[in-house]
């Protein structure tokens, strides 16, 4: 099993539609947990961090569930701005066990 | 807060020949500097971080190597390139608070 897995997509969505990503990992010793977003042949950028009690963004809204290990995102009234590539990023402890997924694409749609 | 400069941006280079990548970082003082390479289709590895000057540790054996001369500078080289080298080549730092990772905007390098 992988140690982070999300499911590539992509995720093609209308413009104001809501859509969510799940990303599950391995460890249940993980500690802390990002979601970064990533536009095409551009470096990542944090999007928001995940904490145990969920945490919201605008828009967007990040939720960790440990009993079954996975993170979640969630984004609602899709823009078009939105379409990029989403990794998630999970750290086990210490700046050598963090690991990246290899994120979703989503289109947001006119 | 910290700003991560890498160059160059693209770099197209034939099998067999040298590599230098450098990256700077400003904004921040002794901070702990990563290199990743994210090919296609992949996550990004991991490949050295380094935690002050002169300290080096490798996260996968490869045909790279890494150096920091100085506090703010890191650098990615290899003396021979293969095509597995091809990629995108990101320079990182912690940022702050344990908020996650500031990249570089990257090297994308094409070994032909």
């Known amino acids: 099993r992988k140690e982070v897995e999300q499911d590539p997509g992509p995720f093609n969505v209308p413009e104001g539609a809501t859509v969510a990503f799940n990303c599950t990992y391995s460890?249940?010793?993980?500690?802390?947990f990002f979601w970064y977003r990533q536009d095409c042949r551009k470096e990542p950028k944090l999007l928001m961090s995940v904490y145990s009690s969920g945490n919201e963004d605008g828009r967007f809204t990040a939720q960790l569930n440990r009993a079954s290990q996975y993170i979640s995102l969630l984004i609602r009234d899709s823009k078009l701005s939105d379409s990029a590539t989403y990794l998630c990023?999970?750290?086990?402890?210490?700046?050598?066990?963090?690991?990246f997924g290899t994120g979703t694409k989503l289109q947001v749609i006119p | 807060s910290q700003t991560i400069h890498q160059w160059p941006a693209t770099l197209v280079q034939p099998v067999g020949s040298p590599l230098s990548l450098e990256c700077t970082v400003e904004g921040t003082s002794n901070p702990n500097l990563y290199w990743y390479r994210q090919a296609a289709g992949r996550g990004l590895q991991l490949l050295f971080y380094?935690?002050?000057?002169?300290?080096i540790s490798s996260e996968v054996p490869q045909n790279l190597s890494a150096s920091r001369p100085q506090d703010r500078q890191f650098i990615l080289s290899s003396k021979k390139l293969l095509l597995s080298d091809s990629g995108f080549y990101l320079c990182a730092c912690p940022q702050g608070g344990g908020e996650g990772y500031t990249f570089g905007s990257g090297t994308r390098l094409t070994v032909v």
């Open positions: 380094s935690v002050g000057i002169g300290q």
């Open positions: 460890n249940s010793a993980s500690q802390s």
């Open positions: 990023v999970v750290n086990s402890g210490g700046y050598q066990k963090v690991t």
